[in-house]
């Protein structure tokens, strides 16, 4: 496993994470969470990602079970959450979601009692709440860090400009600025972290923890042949996500990326995550995973990224780059 400072901060992170979203309690149980954490632990991977919002706080429940049960020392590996959306779903109330002072206290209270632990290392602002003053937002957090709540702060689809205005008040009061973002980033999805991001990464020295490296499963050349039962965009209620990414534009390019890691015998999924960490910017990829196999194969990620020569990643941005043709008028 390769590890990488999170931007200036002194914190190392496995350049391959492990995340809970969709898949912990809506797909698999206590039991398949237990030995996919097992694999990843056992293969360097320090960083475990999840959030308030993910399963309505039963994603943290059951990860908190699975730590208490594994009893690995805590020193030797770092856990999240994110607040934003509040556990209710439906029945939020107006301050059990938002960034405001209450509900990012008493959200992270509620993590720590689903996690099981004294602490988290990083605490994420899962998005901008427009309705919360910034000062508002940096003032609790840094709270937070003084009182070994929480480790590290950071955002998550925050825009350069808001990850700069909390910076500005930061430095104005004296107080602990955010460490890393959660963008997501992918061959699709690139403008973040390629282009937004670039001078925040000279200046402030941001690390980030990237999301969604095969664009939900797409990037795993799985979606191919059809949906296949139990896959992410065969759920209910997850129509948005496969709108969003089952189109011609993409799935042609996925056929043709899938051609090439052939070729380089490596799996779509490795020449994909590969990619991803490639990017110095990526402190980590978080993966996410249903299956033992899924999660063995994605961490072959990592020696992949020797086939990925400067003249192989100029093929991949032929590839990714290609408009779609134009119809004739
Ligand atoms: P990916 O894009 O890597 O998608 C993971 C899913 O793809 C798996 O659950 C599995 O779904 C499928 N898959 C993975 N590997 C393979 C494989 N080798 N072959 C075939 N299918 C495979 O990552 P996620 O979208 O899950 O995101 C990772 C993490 O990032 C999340 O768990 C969460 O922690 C974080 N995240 C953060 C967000 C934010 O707003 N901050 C938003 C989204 C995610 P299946 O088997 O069901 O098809």
Redesign the pocket.
């Known amino acids: 496993m390769e590890y990488r400072r999170m931007g200036k901060a002194g914190l190392q992170l496995s350049v391959l994470s492990?995340?809970?979203?969709?898949?912990f309690h809506k797909?698999i149980d206590d039991g398949v969470a237990d030995e996919l954490m097992g694999i990843a632990y056992d293969k360097g991977i320090n960083f475990f990602?999840?959030?308030e919002v993910?399963a309505l706080g039963e994603s943290e429940k059951m990860m908190g079970r699975v730590l208490k049960k594994k009893n690995w020392d805590r020193t030797s590996y770092v856990i999240s959450s994110?607040v934003f959306w509040g556990w209710r779903g439906k029945q939020n109330k107006p301050n059990q979601t938002g960034l405001s002072r209450k509900h990012i206290v008493e959200a992270c209270h509620e993590a720590l009692q689903r996690l099981q632990s004294e602490y988290l290392d990083l605490y994420?602002c899962?998005?901008p709440d427009k309705n919360a003053p910034i000062e508002e937002v940096v003032w609790t957090m840094n709270t937070l860090i003084q009182q070994g709540k929480i480790l590290y702060w950071g955002t998550?689809?925050w825009s350069g400009v808001e990850i700069m205005e909390a910076h500005r008040v930061a430095h104005q009061y004296n107080l602990i600025g955010p460490s890393m973002e959660?963008?997501?980033y992918?061959l699709f999805e690139r403008n973040k972290l390629e282009n937004e991001f670039l001078m925040i990464f000279r200046t402030v020295g941001m690390g980030t923890?990237?999301?969604?490296?095969?664009?939900?499963?797409?990037?795993?050349?799985?979606y191919l042949q059809g949906i296949?039962d139990?896959?992410?965009?065969?759920?209910a209620g997850f129509d948005w996500l496969k709108d969003q990414w089952l189109k011609n534009d993409f799935l042609d390019k996925v056929k043709r990326l899938d051609k090439l890691a052939k070729n380089l015998e490596i799996?779509?999924?490795q020449l994909s995550?590969a990619w991803c960490i490639k990017n110095p910017n990526v402190t980590t990829?978080?993966?996410?995973?249903?299956?033992k196999?899924?999660?063995l194969?994605?961490l072959g990620a990592l020696e992949a990224q020797e086939t990925l020569t400067e003249d192989i990643m100029q093929q991949i941005e032929e590839i990714v780059l290609t408009k779609p043709k134009l119809p004739d008028y």
């Open positions: 492990f995340g809970s979203w969709v898949s797909q990602d999840n959030a993910y994110k994420f899962h998005r998550s689809e959660q963008p997501q992918n923890t990237i999301w969604s490296p095969l664009a939900s499963g797409l990037l795993s050349g799985k296949p139990g896959s992410r965009f065969a759920l799996t779509m999924p995550i990829a978080i993966l996410g995973a249903t299956r196999e899924q999660l194969e994605n």
